[in-house]
């Protein structure tokens, strides 16, 4: 018997909505701890990595393939929103790995010096690192939370309307 596709896209809905109190709880959580340990690093990433989860695997399985079809509008819009939340998301990473680099080759998520400062170890360039990672993570909210509206607002108009 072949899955309808309200049901399917019902799924999604679920599935996209659900990764939003992923993302909030890792950014309150990793915002409100100190000192950022190996394991409050990994506390923070489980809930980061199953926001994104649940948000690509539906993008990537049943909204990307679907596409082409039905190309124009709010689908446009919606996938113009998405591509750039996920271009933010990437530019992010940019400073997120070279932060890592430097806390991990001194240690810090085990053996935290309180007295150290980021900017300290990782040169001149670390206040770029961080702006970066700041800019790609605001950068990836705002644009997921307006596709996340436009995908909805498309749910809506197609499968309840």
């Known amino acids: 018997m072949p899955v309808s596709d309200a049901l ?8 996209v909505t659900a990764s939003l109190p992923c993302f ?7 915002i409100e701890t100190e000192p950022v340990t190996w394991g409050v690093l990994m506390h923070h990433l489980k809930f980061v990595v199953t926001g994104l989860v649940l948000t690509t695997v539906p993008m990537l399985v049943w909204m990307v393939p679907r596409l082409p079809d039905q190309f ?11 591509l750039q939340a996920y271009a933010m998301l990437l530019f992010g990473m940019t400073g997120i790995v070279r932060i890592f680099k430097a806390k991990y080759e001194h240690d810090l998520y085990e053996e935290y010096d309180q007295e150290l400062l980021l900017d300290e170890i990782g040169g001149d360039r670390m206040d770029h690192w961080r702006s970066r990672l700041r800019i790609g993570v605001f950068g990836y909210v705002i644009f997921w939370l307006l596709a996340y509206v436009v995908g909805v607002v498309r749910y809506v108009i197609r499968y309840l309307v």
Not at 8 to 15: D, H, L, M, N
Not at 24 to 30: S, V
């Open 8 to 15: 399917v896209a019902t799924i999604v809905f679920v599935a």
């Open 24 to 30: 909030l709880y890792g950014a309150y959580y990793i």
């Open 72 to 82: 124009g509008g709010l689908s446009a819009l919606h996938a113009v929103l998405g």
